[in-house]
């Protein structure tokens, strides 16, 4: 490790994703409709300034996340509305701790991370009657073998509510890429 590596402690992040969910049912008890609706992809990124006290072992990071989700407009539905898609696109401020380790040799570069983040949303547009609010957390590891890519796996819980209300909790699994 040289001193040149040893100084840096600032970057700016950013990752980018698309998810295709399967379909949707819709039951409700309280009135006659149901659907099957076909759910339209989802996309999402963000933007973040990390900061690390040691090299690659605590970190903090902050900054913008953005995504574009579909939910169904369950508080309409009720008064007789029909079951149909409604568009969020959420901007939120994100914050979060980043804690870098290696099992085997801890002179070798980082090849593990563990992310926690909490994201609150500050702005969304939807299709939908009532405009969306709430948060989501992330866990996030990562395990970056020698050479370009990395591979990872999340846990993530949102709590929103607007058009609808609603709790997500997914697991997901992905391959990166480092560019630069």
């Avoid at 590596?5 to 049912?25: C, I, L, N, R, T």
């Avoid at 149901?34 to 900054?63: D, M, R, V, W």
């Avoid at 701790?97 to 290696?102: A, L, M, P, Q, V």
Wanted: hydrophobic share 35%; proline share 2%; charged share 15%.
């Amino acid at each position: 490790m040289n001193i040149a590596d040893e100084e840096k402690k600032h970057f700016v992040v950013s990752s980018f994703y698309w998810a295709q969910p399967s379909k949707g049912d819709v039951t409700n008890n309280n009135f006659s409709n149901q659907a099957n609706l076909s759910i339209p992809g989802e996309i999402g990124g963000n933007l973040y300034y990390q900061y690390y006290l040691k090299k690659y072992l605590l970190g903090f990071y902050s900054g913008y996340d953005f995504e574009k989700i579909n939910t169904f407009n369950t508080s309409e539905i009720e008064s007789g509305s029909d079951v149909k898609n409604t568009d969020n696109k959420l901007h939120y401020a994100t914050i979060g701790i980043t804690h870098g380790f290696s099992l085997f040799d801890m002179n070798m570069n980082m090849n593990m991370n563990l992310k926690v983040s909490f994201s609150k949303i500050v702005s969304a547009q939807t299709s939908g009657t009532k405009s969306m609010a709430g948060q989501k957390c992330i866990v996030y590891y990562t395990y970056k073998p020698p050479g370009r890519f990395n591979f990872n796996v999340f846990y993530k819980h949102h709590a929103l509510s607007g058009t609808t209300n609603l709790s997500i909790d997914r697991i997901g699994f992905s391959i990166g890429i480092l560019i630069f």
